[in-house]
């Protein structure tokens, strides 16, 4: 069970930290990632991280203002969101993939779909005034 956290409403220009809490075992092959979701719009690719290596994949959107880290002992994933922008408003939900396929395979993957994933966590809304 994936669990998010943190959303909440904010200025253009400010910053949040989004949590993602995984219940049960984090397996050493997973790949954690981010997606968003803005009304009227498809799932978007945002951030993504191997759980046992330093492998990390950005947007070209948030590159720059989003970092995505771990901490193994929490099994938690954070999203730090900083120069946030009004077209950064949208549900942003905590994903694994399980399936042990490699790490550019699954980046080309996601940038196209978020069909392939494992498992969702239920989402955190992020709403960024301008």
């Known amino acids: 069970q994936l669990v998010e956290s943190g959303g909440g409403l904010v200025q253009a220009g400010d910053s949040l930290r989004l949590s993602c809490a995984a219940s049960?075992?984090?397996?050493?092959?997973?790949?954690m990632a981010w997606f968003r979701q803005a009304p009227g719009k498809h799932r978007e690719f945002v951030s993504a991280m191997a759980w046992s290596t330093p492998n990390t994949y950005y947007s070209d959107a948030v590159k720059g203002r989003f970092t995505i880290s771990r901490d193994n002992a929490k099994n938690t994933m954070y999203l730090q969101m900083n120069s946030l922008k009004s077209e950064d408003t949208a549900v942003y939900y905590c994903?694994?993939?399980?399936?042990?396929?490699?790490?550019?395979?699954?980046?080309?993957?996601?940038?196209?779909?978020?069909?392939?994933?494992?498992?969702w966590g239920k989402g955190t809304l992020v709403t960024v005034s301008s």
């Open positions: 049960g075992r984090i397996f050493s092959t997973d790949v």
């Open positions: 994903a694994v993939d399980r399936s042990g396929r490699p790490w550019d395979l699954l980046i080309r993957i996601w940038q196209q779909t978020s069909e392939s994933i494992d498992y």
